[in-house]
């Protein structure tokens, strides 16, 4: 028995859909995919998904902004998507965390015994310039570690998926000497995953199977000839519970062929677990 989840910030589903989303979701093998900044209403999601998908989002109060979503495929009895949550418990209220967080509880997809709940998060970007940025985002990383132990504790598996617009090592982000003082990199905000991934031994599960490599990369730059040139950076994650991080086999990144083809500055990564 497999799983396969697929997380992708799109970058606005209208411009997705426009540019070849579609396609994308006609061929894709997930059974559930996570979406980030999807800055529209669930009903135009589930158009462009079409029949077969159960659908569920939280937008952003701020109009034009952030927007998650998680959509599960129907035909599979043992996923159920429900036991919505929206919003980090605390930070609920604020409009400018608002249309970055949601869970689902997925039922017992792997037929262990055990629940899963899937996240999608779009973190902060945050702007070494603007400081306000940087501390609404560290206050969303703060809550975010709090709610991760909470759902933990529960003993239940759990993946967080989504843009945490954090490259978490040199290898995560192909010029990383030049961005040691840029937002998305900043050593204060690798400690957090630092904090996640050595200190509480959950699972990058795409570094694990890629190995000590460069990137694979996830997110490109629109200006110049980052994507050409695959200047990237890898921020686009699926960190999970340790038994559960045991049970990935394989991971890859919907890599666009050409730039032209390209329909978001992300790329798809596509997890699947046994």
């Known amino acids: ?9 799109v970058n606005g589903l209208r411009a997705a859909a426009r540019k070849g989303m579609g396609d994308w979701l006609a061929a894709t093998s997930a059974d559930v995919v996570t979406l980030q900044e999807v800055r529209a209403p669930d009903e135009l999601l589930a158009d462009l998904m079409g029949e077969g998908w159960s659908i569920v989002g939280e937008a952003s109060r701020l109009k034009g902004r952030a927007g998650v979503a998680i959509a599960a495929r129907t035909s599979l009895e043992r996923i159920d998507l429900e036991g919505v949550r929206r919003g980090l418990p605390g930070l609920e209220e604020e409009d400018a965390h608002s249309g970055r967080w949601l869970e689902a509880d997925l039922g017992d997809p792997l037929g262990d015994g055990q ?3 899937v996240i999608s998060c779009y973190m902060h970007s945050g702007s070494v310039d603007k400081p306000q940025t940087m501390v609404d985002k560290y206050a969303f990383l703060d809550v975010a570690l709090e709610r991760l132990a909470a759902l933990r504790a529960d003993g239940r598996h759990v993946v967080l998926t989504g843009d945490l617009n954090i490259a978490h090592q040199n290898n995560d982000i192909k010029n990383w000497k030049g961005n ?3 937002a998305g990199f900043l050593p204060e905000e690798r400690a957090y995953l630092d904090r996640l991934l050595v200190e509480g031994d959950w699972v990058d599960v795409h570094r694990r199977l890629a190995g ?9 730059s629109q200006r110049g000839k980052a994507f050409d040139n695959d200047s990237g950076w890898r921020i686009d994650y699926q960190l999970t519970t340790p038994h559960l991080g045991e049970r990935a086999t394989a991971a890859q990144v919907d890599r666009a062929p050409s730039y032209d083809t390209r329909w978001s500055d992300h790329s798809p990564l596509v997890v699947t677990y046994d």
């Open 180 to 182: 040691l003082k840029s």
């Open 115 to 117: 629940d899963l709940t």
């Open 1 to 9: 028995m497999t799983f396969t989840l697929a997380t992708v910030n």
């Open 212 to 220: 000590d490599v460069p990137g694979p990369y996830t997110w490109w």
